[in-house]
C-alpha cells in the first residue's frame, strides 16, 4: 500500500506525528464497524499499520497502559509472555490443548491475578488478533468475552470488544489448519497480505493483487485462501481456464474445504458451467443449509429447470435475512408458477395444507387481500398441528394489509395458541422456535398500536407494553429498540429515548439510534442537539437526508447563512437530493407571499391551473408547477408537499407526486391526504393491494382522528372499487351500498358508480338487483335500455337481453312521438345490437348494424370509442375495406384532437394505445404495431377503471398474435384472460373463435379451441358467460 493511499485511509495528510496517526485512527474506528464492513476494518488495520512503519513507530494503539514488556515481571506479565510465545508459533497457535494450559496456569486461576492476567491478554489481542475459530469459542468460554462485551467496552475500544464478539460467536472464515510454512514464519503479515490481495480484488485494482500475493509467496507461506486470490486474479487477466484449472485441483486437494467449493461454484457459475456449479451448491447446501450464496445460485437454477418447489425452499432461506430487487422479482416467478399448480390442485381437493401454503406465497408476493380471503376460510377446517401456522399466517396478512384491530386481537390468539403448544411439546428447539414467534406477536402488535398512538396518543403506552414484552436482552432487540426509541420520541419522553439510544450505540454499535437522538432534539426546540447529533449521523451516514434538513432549518432560523450553504454544499457532493434542501437555498435569496396571503393563493392556483389541467389541459401543468413549487419553497410542510403531489400526480407524473406525498409523510404519519394521494397512484400503476393499504390507512386516520368532511363518501366507493379491482366483489358490494347510503339519491343517480355497483352485483349473481340499480341511475328508458343490455351481453344474460332489444323500438316510437326525432335513439340502438351480435349473434350482423349507427358520425369525436368497436369487429369477420375506411376515420380523429391542445387522454393512457393500434392496424406494420404495445409498461391505468387488468389491451395484444399467424398462443392467452377478466372485447374475440359459422381452419390448433368449452366456475356468473344455465 503506498504512502498516499494510506494516508488518505486515515483521512489525514502525510505525517510522522505518532499521535496524530493514532488519533486518526481511533477517530476512523468509530465509523467502521468490523461486523457490518469486516474488509473495511481490515483495510483501516493495514493502513494504519504501515503509517506506523513509516512513521518510525510501534505499532501500538493508545490504551489505559502499554502492551505488557519483557521486562515486565508481574504474574500477569510473566503468564501474558507464555500467551506470546505460543502465539508466535504457528502450530502452537492453533493448539486448544497449549491454550488450555495457560489457563490452568496457576496465574491465572489466582484470585488476586486473574482480572490482571485477563485485562493483560485483551492489550495483546489488540495487536495480535488472527487466532483460529477454536482458539476464540476457548477464549470466550474462559474470560466470557460475549457475556462481558458491556463491561469490556468501558476500558477497550468498541470496535476492538465487537470485532471479539463476531469473532467469538462466528469464527475465523480462514481455516489455520491448512497453512504450510515454516513454524515460525510471519503468518499474521501473511494474511495482512491476503487481506489486502482479496481487497483490491474487490476492487478491480489487479496489479496491486498481483504484488500482495507475490509478497505472500516470499514469506514461504501457502494458504488455499491465498490461492483462491491467484485464481480471481487469472480470471480478472481473462486466464478463465487456469483459474478454473487451479481451483479443481484446490478442490481435489481439500474436499471439505467449503470456501474452495464455494469459489469453484462461482467462477463456473460465471464461465457457462452451471450444471457443474449448480451441483457443488447442492453440496453446499446439503452440509449448510442456510449458506446464503448456495441458496441464491440454486433459486435461479431450480427456477430455469422448472422445479419451482426447490426453488422455493431456497428462497425462503434467502427471505429470512433478505435479498435484493433481483431475487424479489425471481421470487415472484417462483410463486407465481406454484400459485397456478396450488391453485388448481386446492380448487380440486380443498386440502387446508395446502390453503396455507398458497396464503404463504401471496403473503411473500403482497398479494394480501387474496391471502387473508384465502386463510379466512380454512379456520375451521385447519389441522391441528398447523393451527399456530394459521394463525400466525393471518396475523402477518392482517398487519400487511393494515388491518390494525383485527391484527392485535388476531396476534394475541396466536400467542395463546403457541403458550399452550409449548406446554405441550417437549422438543427443546421448537420451542425456541415458538419463543420467537410470541416474540414476533409482540412486535406486530406493537406497530399496531405505534399506528393508533398518531391519532390516540393513549396507545402510545400499550405499544411500549408489548416492545417490553418482546425484548430477549440481546442483539436480536435492534430492531425493536430503535422503534421503541422512536415511540418515546412521539410520547415526549426523551430522556427514555435518550438511554435506549446509547445502549445501541454503546452495546451494539447501531448509530442509526442517532437519527432518534437527532429527532428528539428538533421537538425540543434544540438547536445544539440538532446540530450535534446531525453531525453523528453524516459521520456514519453521510447521505442521511433529514440530518441534512434539520440542520439546514437550524442554521436557517438562527440566521447562519454561511453554515447554511457549507451544509447545502456537502449534500450535493454526496448526491443527497431533497425538496427542503431546495426550498432553503431558495430562500437565501428569495422571500415568499406573507403566510395569511397563502390559503386565498392557494384557492386561485386550484381554480386558475389544477381544475384545468385536471380537463386536459396539459399546458397548465408547465405554467402551474413553478408556482405552487414557489410557494412550497417560501414554507415547505406537509400540506404544500401534498398539494404539489397532488399537481404532480393530476399531470400523470406519478414519480414526482409519490416523492412530495412520501416526504410529507416522512414528517408525519398520519396525514391522510398523502395516503390518499399514495392510493391513486399505486392504482394507477396496478397494484391494488398496495393502493388498498394506502387508502386503508388514509380512513384509519380520518376515522379515529374524528374527521369526517364531505370527502368521506369518495372514500367509501375508492374502497368498492378497488375491493372490485381486486377481485373481491363481496367486499366491493358492501362499500357500494355504504356510499349510497351515505349520499342517498345523489349517490343513486351516480352513472359510474352505479354501472360498477350493477357489475358488482351480477359477479355477486344479483343480476336482477343490477338491472334495478341502472333503472335508477338513467332515468332516460332508453338510456337505462342500453346499460342494461350492456351488463346483460356482459355477464351472459342473453335471454333478458334479448327481451330488452324486442322491446326496445318500441320504446323509441314511444319517445319519438313526444321529441319528434328517433333518428339518435335509433342509431343507438343499432350500435348496442351489433354489440350484442358480436358477443351473442352473427359477425356480419354486428358490422352491418354498427355501421348503421355511425356511417354519419365518422369525424364526431365523441364516438371514437364507437368507430374503435366497430373496427374490432371489421377485423374479427374479415371486412378489410369498411374496417380501413373507419380506421382511417379514427386516426383523423386523434389527429384533430392532438392539434387542439387539449390531451383528452391525459387520463386514460391505456386507452390511446388500444385507439392507435386500431387505427393503425390495416396500415402500419407488425415491428410498429409491436414497439405501440409495449408503451404499456410505463403506462399507467385510467382513471376510474375497475378492470384489474386492461381489457382493451389484452383484447388488441391478442388481435397482434392472430395478425402475425400465433394463433395457439393467441388462444392460449385469450382462453386464460378471459377465466380471469371476461371484458366485452374477449368475449367478441371468444365468440368468433366459438362461432359455428367458423367451420374451416388449417390450424388444428384453432380446430381444437373451437371445440374446446372453458369449464365453469361456481358461480352462476361463470355459468352463464360459458354455458347454459
Not at 476500558?155 to 489455520?176: I, T
Not at 335509433?826 to 352491418?848: M, P, Q
Not at 399467424?965 to 385469450?974: F, N, S, V
Request: hydrophobic letters at 35%.
Amino acid at each position: 500500500m503506498e504512502p498516499i493511499e494510506v494516508f488518505q485511509i486515515l483521512g489525514i495528510e502525510q505525517t510522522k506525528n505518532e499521535r496524530a496517526l493514532k488519533n486518526a485512527y481511533r477517530d476512523k474506528l468509530t465509523v467502521t464497524n468490523p461486523e457490518d464492513d469486516p474488509e473495511g476494518f481490515k483495510r483501516l488495520r493495514m493502513a494504519y499499520e504501515e503509517a506506523c512503519r513509516y512513521a518510525g513507530t510501534p505499532d501500538a494503539e493508545e490504551n489505559e497502559e502499554a502492551e505488557p514488556t519483557l521486562e515486565d515481571d508481574t504474574p500477569a506479565g510473566q503468564w501474558v509472555r507464555g500467551v506470546r510465545k505460543v502465539y508466535e508459533n504457528i502450530t502452537d497457535r492453533c493448539d486448544v490443548e497449549k491454550w488450555k494450559a495457560l489457563f490452568e496456569a496457576d496465574d491465572f486461576l489466582s484470585l488476586e491475578e486473574e482480572e490482571n492476567c485477563t485485562t493483560y491478554l485483551l492489550r495483546f489481542l489488540m495487536e495480535h488478533y488472527k487466532l483460529p475459530t477454536a482458539i476464540w469459542k476457548l477464549l470466550d468460554e474462559k474470560i466470557h468475552i460475549v457475556q462481558n462485551a458491556g463491561a469490556f467496552r468501558e476500558r477497550f475500544p468498541a470496535q476492538f470488544v465487537s470485532y471479539m464478539v463476531h469473532k467469538c460467536e462466528s469464527g475465523e472464515e480462514v481455516d489455520f489448519s491448512e497453512f504450510r510454512g515454516a513454524e515460525d514464519a510471519d503468518y499474521d503479515q501473511f494474511l495482512q497480505y491476503y487481506d489486502r490481495a482479496y481487497q483490491a480484488l474487490q476492487e478491480k485494482k489487479l496489479q496491486e493483487a498481483e504484488q500482495m500475493i507475490g509478497c505472500g509467496d516470499a514469506l514461504g507461506i501457502t494458504h488455499p485462501v491465498m490461492e483462491i486470490c491467484r485464481a480471481s486474479l487469472y480470471e480478472g487477466k481473462g486466464q478463465t481456464a487456469e483459474a478454473i484449472t487451479l481451483l479443481k485441483k484446490l478442490s481435489a486437494r481439500y474436499p471439505e474445504d467449503d470456501l474452495i467449493a464455494y469459489n469453484t461454484a462461482e467462477i463456473l457459475w460465471r464461465n457457462e458451467g452451471r450444471v457443474e456449479a449448480s451441483a457443488i451448491y447442492e453440496s453446499l447446501r446439503e452440509k449448510l443449509p442456510k449458506h446464503y450464496m448456495a441458496n441464491l445460485r440454486l433459486t435461479d437454477w431450480y427456477y430455469e429447470q422448472g422445479n419451482y418447489k426447490e426453488a422455493k425452499k431456497c428462497a425462503e432461506e434467502i427471505l429470512s435475512v433478505g435479498g435484493d430487487d433481483t431475487f424479489l422479482e425471481t421470487l415472484q416467478k417462483i410463486n407465481t408458477e406454484l400459485e397456478r399448480e396450488m391453485k388448481r390442485e386446492y380448487a380440486q381437493n380443498h386440502d387446508p395444507g395446502l390453503g396455507l401454503d398458497l396464503g404463504w406465497c401471496y403473503l411473500q408476493d403482497g398479494r394480501t387481500d387474496l391471502g387473508i380471503r384465502t386463510v379466512r376460510e380454512l379456520e375451521a377446517k385447519v389441522p391441528a398441528d398447523r393451527r399456530e401456522e394459521y394463525l400466525g399466517l393471518m396475523t402477518k396478512l392482517l398487519a400487511e394489509a393494515a388491518e390494525y384491530e383485527k391484527t392485535i386481537s388476531t396476534a394475541a390468539k396466536w400467542e395463546e395458541s403457541l403458550e399452550k403448544k409449548i406446554l405441550r411439546d417437549t422438543d427443546a428447539e421448537e420451542e425456541e422456535k415458538d419463543r420467537d414467534r410470541i416474540r414476533q406477536s409482540h412486535m406486530i402488535r406493537m406497530q399496531c398500536y405505534r399506528a393508533y398512538g398518531y391519532v390516540q396518543p393513549e396507545k402510545f403506552a400499550e405499544a411500549i407494553a408489548e416492545a417490553e414484552k418482546a425484548e430477549t436482552g440481546t442483539p436480536k432487540d435492534i430492531g425493536m429498540l430503535i422503534e421503541k426509541a422512536q415511540i418515546y420520541v412521539e410520547m415526549e419522553e426523551y430522556k427514555r429515548c435518550a438511554e435506549i439510544s446509547q445502549k445501541l450505540i454503546g452495546d451494539y454499535q447501531v448509530y442509526a439510534a442517532y437519527a432518534n437522538e437527532l429527532e428528539a432534539a428538533k421537538r425540543q426546540w434544540n438547536a445544539a442537539g440538532v446540530i450535534q447529533n446531525g453531525r453523528a449521523c453524516l459521520n456514519y451516514f453521510p447521505t442521511y437526508v433529514k440530518a441534512y434538513e434539520m440542520m439546514a432549518k437550524v442554521y436557517m432560523d438562527l440566521t447562519h447563512p454561511e453554515e447554511l450553504k457549507e451544509l447545502l454544499q456537502q449534500a450535493k457532493d454526496n448526491n443527497v437530493k431533497s425538496v427542503i434542501l431546495d426550498a432553503y437555498e431558495w430562500q437565501l435569496t428569495n422571500t415568499g407571499l406573507p403566510q395569511e396571503q397563502m390559503n386565498d393563493a392557494i384557492d386561485k392556483f386550484r381554480k386558475k391551473y389544477l381544475s384545468k389541467l385536471e380537463a386536459g389541459k396539459t399546458i397548465f401543468y408547465r405554467r402551474g408547477l413553478p408556482i405552487i413549487t414557489e410557494y412550497l419553497y417560501a414554507y415547505p410542510c406537509e400540506f404544500l408537499l401534498v398539494e404539489r403531489g397532488d399537481f404532480h400526480n393530476a399531470a400523470g407524473c406519478l414519480e414526482a407526486a409519490k416523492a412530495d406525498y412520501e416526504k410529507a409523510l416522512s414528517t408525519n404519519p398520519a396525514n391522510p391526504f398523502a395516503w390518499k394521494g399514495l392510493a391513486r397512484i399505486h392504482r394507477c400503476r396496478g397494484k391494488y393491494d398496495e393502493a388498498m393499504i394506502c387508502l386503508r390507512k388514509c380512513v384509519f386516520f380520518y376515522e379515529k382522528s374524528g374527521t369526517q368532511n364531505h370527502a368521506w363518501p369518495e372514500l367509501i366507493v375508492e374502497q368498492a372499487e378497488i375491493y372490485f379491482l381486486l377481485g373481491n366483489t363481496e367486499m366491493a358490494e358492501q362499500f357500494y351500498r355504504r356510499y349510497r347510503e351515505m349520499t342517498g339519491s345523489a349517490g343513486e343517480r351516480d352513472r359510474n358508480r352505479m354501472r360498477d355497483f350493477a357489475r358488482c352485483l351480477a359477479c355477486n349473481d344479483k343480476t336482477t338487483e343490477g338491472l334495478k340499480v341502472l333503472e335508477k341511475a338513467f332515468v332516460n328508458v332508453l338510456d337505462a335500455a342500453g346499460e342494461k343490455l350492456d351488463l346483460c351481453v356482459w355477464c351472459g344474460e342473453k335471454t333478458i337481453a334479448g327481451n330488452i332489444l324486442t322491446s326496445w323500438p318500441e320504446k323509441i316510437e314511444l319517445l319519438g312521438k313526444n321529441t319528434g326525432n328517433t333518428q339518435e335513439y335509433f342509431e343507438d340502438y343499432f350500435f348496442h345490437l351489433g354489440w350484442y351480435g358480436l358477443i351473442c349473434g352473427s359477425g356480419k350482423v354486428a358490422i352491418e348494424n354498427m355501421d348503421k349507427a355511425l356511417i354519419f358520425h365518422k369525424e364526431d369525436l365523441s364516438k371514437k370509442d364507437d368507430i374503435a368497436d366497430l373496427i374490432l369487429a371489421c377485423i374479427l369477420y374479415g371486412d378489410k375495406k369498411k374496417g380501413a375506411d373507419y380506421a382511417q376515420a379514427l386516426k383523423a380523429c386523434m389527429e384533430r384532437e392532438d392539434k387542439s391542445g387539449k390531451d383528452v387522454y391525459l387520463k386514460y393512457p391505456k386507452l390511446r394505445i388500444v385507439h392507435e393500434y386500431l387505427a393503425g392496424y390495416y396500415t402500419a406494420n407488425d415491428e410498429e404495431q409491436d414497439t405501440l404495445l409495449q408503451l404499456d409498461k410505463d403506462c399507467s391505468f385510467c382513471h376510474g377503471c375497475v378492470h384489474p387488468v386492461c381489457e382493451e389491451l389484452e383484447m388488441v395484444r391478442i388481435l397482434q398474435m392472430l395478425k402475425k399467424g400465433r394463433e395457439k398462443e393467441a388462444l392460449e392467452r385469450l382462453k386464460e384472460q378471459m377465466q380471469e377478466h371476461p371484458g366485452m372485447g374477449l368475449q367478441a374475440i371468444w365468440h368468433r373463435y366459438h362461432s359455428e359459422q367458423v367451420t374451416k381452419d388449417t390450424d388444428p390448433a384453432v380446430a381444437a379451441f373451437h371445440k374446446e368449452k372453458l369449464q365453469p366456475e361456481k358461480r352462476g356468473f361463470w355459468q352463464r358467460l360459458f354455458g347454459k344455465k
